[in-house]
């Protein structure tokens, strides 16, 4: 219960935002150059610290480190909800990344450790579920609350979730102990800084910004001579070596960074250029995510019969086609884009768990860790790099100047370029993909393989045999 409401919690923290934003920037007088920054600073924590945190819970407990998590929680909702200015929420959304960055990591080390062996895949199927109710509730909930009360109330949603976390962490005796591994301090140093230069010279980009992803290049090649002079790295660089898990993890990143930003240029082009409410746009952003839940298990089971490629080049293909549809929405009725959502939906639904098979069961069994902590990394790369290259956009076509329903055309400009990068981003992955299933031969572990067995229920293993 305790791993699922975290899970619930996380992506509750994750997409509330969205819907909101334009009050946002009109309450806390954003402008245009830091408006993306809200998200950018909760992803840019989460990917930076996701990997040492990982030491830290290792060295110190999982119970330890999620009560001072959800204690952080609390912490990042009352900024959230008293912000009077810019750098007051910043601050909330930089702390709600860290403590997300905790959680991630906590939710699975207690279902491994805590539940039985035949237990631990219906476990972790209530633990995912409750992550897309989050998904699904989050931007309808916040699109309603805009609109009967305001952005800021929304956030007091967790803290009944966080309190009755905190009741059932009091009741659990013990702790959740983990193998203890040496902290790579150095290592772990170079990591967040290199990621945190790195997102912050995406973002001013078109200003200041080249100089910190030139001095994000330079702790790169610092990070890795580092690595690979000592035994107990963050990363193993090795599997960069596999062609196949490379164009994995390109087409994880390329999923990602066209379903975040999409939810955002949506949300944007839903209220300045279509002037619909809040409640409406969370209910219509809500299609994507609710065909993706329902298309997710029969997408797992075909990878069974199917090369995983074939299914993840095809939704890429299907999402390149949306995310087409979403460039040149200005043309056509609202019908144009709820369709286009339906069809982003299908490409989600299709390419998580296929993708997700096929890059996992490359690598041997001891590379497991490694292998899931690069394809987050990837996925959450993905966030960033779209969330930096769209501010960009809008500070190219709108300047620094205060949203509103007056600079519809700036505003559109920015979404269709935004959704033709998308588009060619999408294609490629697809193409790579289908190029790799032709190229390459799949060899897959069955090692891994057979742990992924022993974590299925075993209603699954009698089903689906083969």
Known sequence: MIAAL??????????????ALPDMIIDLNFNAGNIMAVNLIYLCTLVAFCIPFAKVISQYGVKRCTRISLYGLLLS???????VDPYMLLASRLIQGLTSASLAISIYVMIVEDIPESEVGSALGIVVSAGYIGMLVAPS???MMVYFA????????????IAIQLILLSKVKGEWTTEKKPIDNIGCLLYIVMMALFTIGLEGIDTYGLIFVVMSAVIFILFIRHERGIKNRIYNLNLMRNINYVIGNYAAMIAYFCTSITTTTLSFYLLYSMDFS????????????IIMVGMAPPAGRLSNRIDPRMISGTSLFLMFLSMLMYTYMDRYSINFVLVACFIQGLGNGLFSAPNNKYVLTLVDEKD????SSLL???KEFGKILSGCIFSVLLSVFVGNTTMSSDLELEIFASIHYMML??????LSGSLLLFYSRYKYKLEINPEVIKIFRNLMPDWIKRRYDD
């Open 376 to 378: 987050s990394t990837s």
């Open 150 to 161: 305001s952005w800021r109330t929304a956030f007091l949603i967790l803290l009944p979730i």
């Open 278 to 289: 809040e409640y409406i746009i969370g209910l219509i952003l809500m299609i994507t995510p």
């Open 77 to 83: 909702v009352g900024l959230s909800f008293f912000a």
């Open 368 to 371: 497991l860790p490694d292998a």
């Open 141 to 143: 909930f916040m699109g």
């Open 6 to 19: 975290s899970q619930l919690t996380q992506q509750l923290i994750a997409n509330m935002t969205v819907v």
């Open 421 to 426: 990068i998308c588009a060619i981003l999408a």
